[in-house]
């Protein structure tokens, strides 16, 4: 939930009522940053003689190299085959990180937290990107790869935690609460607002639990810079409600003293922002396409210079960034079916040059089955295909743009489209492109553009739009950034997740401000816990 008001204060000597100080603030809920799992299983394997096993679930996560680290471990159930753990598993959660997890079940049969003499009743190993994209999620429990641990299920639901931030601007105005101790804690301070008697302060937000624990009727203090204090309660959500600013001392010194000023709230409203998590378990799907540069400027592909040359081990620098980004979005798709396209090259059988053309030579059907499906259309395609030119990325990204909008038609947050470019940076129809991505910004659309070779990619960082608005060539500019660009060779010697974890990260905040700017709530609202 979110509270919404407009505030401003007065000095009482010079308050005009007929004045109109447009100053609002906002408390608003933050991005998720923690997921807590709820674990039951059914049929489990029984070892134990004379009674029923005495299950536990231990949470482990990937840190590479087939090393595992405990993040947690549920309760102990006594005798039971069927048992639904009470304690949640609590984790952190990166959209752009590949988050590989097990679930191990284990019978406990004494009370060392060492696992290593109790019985293994089975496990699990999924990535907790598929466990965020389903509601439920169950699958059998395997004692080692391929072989089943008898007829055992493991199940696993979800819930979100909200992450509580503030602002830690310049103190001028402060907002306390109360704790459980009597005690006041800040938890939140707006900027200086100079040489003015009737100030008005920005917009700012804070979540509404950490402005007073969800509780309307908590007292909040506030304090304004070195002048007094007001008490009182969470303004109800109507307009209009004043408090006076008291000064202890002046209040004890002066007889008919009334206040050193007033603060109004001008509005209140309780109004709910929905994150990334609520649109993607309310059942959001993230389409995800690639567009891959098959031009001139590459080099020839059999030769050891080219970025399309595939290494002894197979892979390239198109590859590696396909495996990269596909392997964290292809868990947001239910069906694992992805567009691959290919651009600037003569394309069989009559070798016409092509800025828009599927990989796998289907374009009634250019979908791959998962990210392998598209790694084997690519290798396939390149010896067919002759490099060429110009660069063009406009019609790969008017072509998603098309699917995005017909999509739009359905007026619900349901779809969501992801496009990776690959490219060696020599875009040749720049102007067409930006007046490409103004108008997909106004789509349920993200695109990540990732340069590979030594090229100047200043063409790049200027769709990127970070130094400055992107605009079209008329001038019109994008509805919200939805360009991503990062150059590979700035991750040589980065782990391997590095690349991903750059192109991704805004994407969620993308994804979220698209269906906010529309008033879009998530198909299915799921359930919050604060």
Request: hydrophobic share 35%.
């Amino acid at each position: 939930s979110t509270l919404e008001s407009n505030v401003f204060q007065e000095s009482s000597s010079q308050f005009n009522p007929t004045d109109k100080l447009p100053c609002i603030f906002q408390m608003a809920t933050q991005c998720v940053s923690k997921v807590e799992l709820s674990i039951s299983c059914n049929n489990l394997l029984d070892k134990d003689v004379g009674s029923k096993s005495d299950p536990l679930c231990v949470l482990l996560q990937s840190i590479g190299d087939d090393k595992w680290v405990e993040l947690d471990r549920t309760e102990n159930v006594k005798n039971s085959q069927d048992p639904e753990f009470s304690k949640k598993l609590l984790l952190d959660y990166y959209f752009e990180k590949v988050q590989k997890l097990k679930l191990c079940v284990y019978d406990i049969d004494n009370k060392s937290v060492d696992l290593k003499d109790d019985d293994y009743l089975g496990g699990l190993e999924i990535t907790l990107g598929q466990i965020v994209s389903s509601k439920k999620i169950t699958r059998p429990l395997q004692l080692k790869q391929s072989k089943p641990a008898g007829k055992g299920t493991i199940t696993c639901s979800w819930l979100f935690l909200l992450q509580d931030l503030f602002g830690k601007s310049d103190p001028f105005l402060e907002f306390f609460k109360q704790g459980d101790d009597g005690k006041w804690q800040l938890v939140h301070r707006t900027e200086v607002v100079k040489n003015n008697l009737s100030p008005s302060w920005k917009k700012f937000t804070v979540a509404l639990q950490t402005f007073c624990n969800s509780d309307m009727s908590k007292p909040i203090k506030v304090r304004i810079a070195e002048r007094p204090h007001i008490y009182g309660q969470v303004p109800e959500c109507r307009d209009h409600v004043e408090f006076n600013c008291i000064h202890p001392e002046k209040q004890k010194k002066k007889k008919g003293y009334k206040n050193s000023g007033v603060i109004i709230f001008k509005g209140c409203q309780i109004q709910t922002q929905y994150t990334f998590l609520d649109y993607v378990m309310g059942g959001c799907q993230i389409n995800f396409t690639v567009g891959i540069d098959f031009t001139g400027s590459n080099g020839d592909p059999r030769s050891p210079q080219s970025l399309h040359y595939m290494s002894p081990d197979g892979l390239n620098q198109y590859l590696l960034a396909i495996w990269s980004v596909g392997q964290v979005v292809q868990d947001y798709d239910t069906d694992k079916l992805f567009p691959a396209f290919g651009f600037g090259a003569q394309v069989p059988p009559h070798f016409k040059v092509s800025h828009e053309f599927a990989l796998n030579f289907n374009p009634s059907n250019p979908y791959c089955t998962g990210i392998q499906g598209i790694v084997e259309a690519y290798r396939t395609a390149l010896p067919q295909v002759k490099l060429y030119g110009p660069t063009n990325f406009s019609p790969i990204i008017n072509h998603v743009a098309g699917i995005a909008s017909v999509s739009t038609q359905q007026n619900n947050a349901s779809q969501y489209f992801v496009l990776l470019i690959i490219t060696d940076g020599e875009i040749t129809d720049l102007d067409e492109t930006r007046d490409a991505i103004v108008k997909a910004s106004r789509l349920p659309m993200s695109i990540i553009i990732i340069g590979v070779g030594e090229a100047d990619f200043k063409a790049m960082e200027l769709l990127d739009g970070d130094d400055g608005v992107l605009k079209s060539l008329t001038g019109e500019p994008v509805a919200r950034d939805i360009v991503q660009f990062v150059p590979l060779r700035q991750f040589t010697n980065a782990p391997r997740e590095a690349l991903a974890q750059s192109v991704l990260a805004e994407v969620p905040n993308q994804l979220v401000s698209y269906f906010r700017m529309l008033k879009l709530d998530p198909v299915n609202v799921p359930a919050l816990k604060v």
